[in-house]
């Protein structure tokens, strides 16, 4: 009678031990479930920073759909481009 029930104590506290395992170390322990949210967190903040710049980048296009003002801004400012008959002067500091 003592033998069955230390075998079954024995197979109660090996089962136990097989769950902890898998429990903070194995597949879907709670380690890994917590580098998944945190996986998530960083792919939704990436989404939003992305979303954005979409934003700003669809707004921009319509900017230069709409007119040739913003054109030419863009033109003088990023491209150092002067209207025929116009003259540059570029100071130095």
């Given amino acids: 009678m003592f033998k069955a ?10 089962l136990l031990g097989g769950l902890q395992y898998r429990l903070w170390v194995g597949e879907g322990s709670l380690a890994q479930i917590a580098e998944l ?3 998530i967190s960083d792919q ?3 989404n939003e920073r992305l979303l954005e710049r979409n934003r ?3 707004a921009e296009v319509m900017e230069l759909k709409q007119g040739m003002e ?3 801004e863009r ?5 150092g481009m002067v209207k ?3 003259t540059l002067y570029e100071l130095a500091e």
């Fill in 70 to 72: 913003t054109v030419e």
């Fill in 44 to 46: 939704h903040d990436e």
């Fill in 56 to 58: 700003l980048l669809q």
């Fill in 37 to 39: 949210k945190k996986q």
């Fill in 84 to 86: 025929q008959g116009e």
């Fill in 5 to 14: 029930h230390y075998w079954l104590f024995l197979l109660l506290v090996l």
């Fill in 75 to 79: 033109a003088r400012h990023e491209l």
